[in-house]
């Protein structure tokens, strides 16, 4: 249960949250009076910040040194401080001009969200190309390799390309596996894993296809994995800008936090099966990597068919209600472009 702060101390967390993020500097009480935010006397300030301090808002870094949020200031602050950001009307034109010029091109516009993302809250983003939530068959092909050797491609319905390595007991020719490929198609055009395993299959159909199906299973089964998807990244030059990231030792371990896939996409699942905004603090995470790290994420797109998830990643002195409004906002013109293609009414709640 959250802490119950009265106003004042609620006053001094706000701002103390906010010069910390613009100037990556402690706070001093002294630089807290001097701001008309807080009409109170430096004596007064002291003791709020004494008592943020003992329940674990804030913390001294060194003894002369001022404060600094904790990952529990700064949870209080995105939770009940920040009130509902939004970004700038201009800021919103510009970036509905620029997604205009993308013409429904998915490839296009995810890359373009996370360079925007990346620009507007100067750290790095990351967005996941969407991809179906029940991943269908749209076709597949059989390529022949070497005698015996068959490379088995899938292509699924929101374009998903996935292929298996088969080895039969006997050699096909290309013409053979090409039929066999043919038939295929027409049977389990648009089947999801459980449906296609699930089909009757008559008893005269080529032993080799009842052999495909089942590796046709398995594809469309790896395709509703997280570690399926692909990760997009933008913003190096940003993250690199932080103060933070000056220390070589530190700036190495994010490079290679964001060069390595697992950690972020194992955040996937919990943020497709949300509505809204997901905002993660430092420990929070769970893993030592990112116990310095904030991530804000949204799912975009279409939640029962074809969706990803966008997001921003950078130190926990990060500015939240920017980072959460500039997610928000792309997530939902994505989601617009997922509408279009999909034939699906486009959302007006951007």
Request: proline share 6%; charged share 20%.
């Amino acid at each position: 249960m959250v802490d119950e702060l009265s106003e004042r101390q609620r006053a001094v967390l706000r701002l103390l949250v906010e010069q910390y993020v613009a100037t990556a500097r402690p706070v001093a009480s002294d630089g807290l009076a001097a701001s008309p935010q807080l009409p109170v006397s430096p004596a007064t300030i002291r003791n709020a910040l004494a008592e943020l301090e003992r329940a674990g808002y804030i913390v001294q870094p060194h003894t002369s040194a001022g404060r600094i949020p904790s990952d529990k200031g700064y949870r209080y602050f995105v939770e009940h401080l920040m009130g509902t950001a939004t970004l700038p009307q201009a800021e919103q034109r510009t970036i509905d001009h620029q997604f205009h010029q993308v013409e429904l091109n998915v490839e296009e516009a995810t890359h373009l969200a996370a360079s925007l993302l990346a620009r507007l809250v100067r750290n790095a983003a990351v967005v996941t190309p969407p991809h179906s939530t029940v991943p269908r068959l749209k076709h597949f092909q059989l390529l022949g390799l070497a005698e015996t050797r068959v490379m088995l491609v899938l292509v699924a319905q929101d374009g998903a390309l996935t292929q298996q390595l088969l080895t039969f007991d006997e050699a096909w020719d290309q013409e053979g596996l090409s039929a066999v490929a043919a038939e295929g198609n027409r049977r389990f055009h648009n089947l999801t894993a459980p449906e296609l395993g699930a089909l009757d299959v008559p008893a005269d159909v080529p032993p080799l296809l009842l052999r495909v199906r089942t590796a046709l299973v398995g594809l469309l089964g790896r395709l509703e994995e997280p570690t399926a998807a692909r990760l997009y990244r933008e913003g190096l030059s940003q993250l690199i800008d932080q103060p933070e990231f000056r220390e070589t030792d530190r700036l190495k371990r994010m490079l290679d936090l964001l060069e390595g896939d697992t950690i972020l996409l194992s955040l996937v699942p919990a943020v497709q099966g949300r509505e809204g905004v997901q905002v993660i603090i430092g420990d929070e995470h769970g893993s030592d990597q990112m116990r310095n790290c904030s991530v804000v994420l949204a799912r975009y797109g279409l939640s029962d068919t074809v969706n990803g998830v966008i997001g921003v990643i950078g130190p926990t002195r990060m500015p939240y209600g920017r980072a959460v409004s500039s997610v928000r906002y792309l997530s939902d013109l994505l989601t617009n472009v997922l509408d279009q293609i999909y034939g699906v009414s486009p959302r007006t709640d951007a």
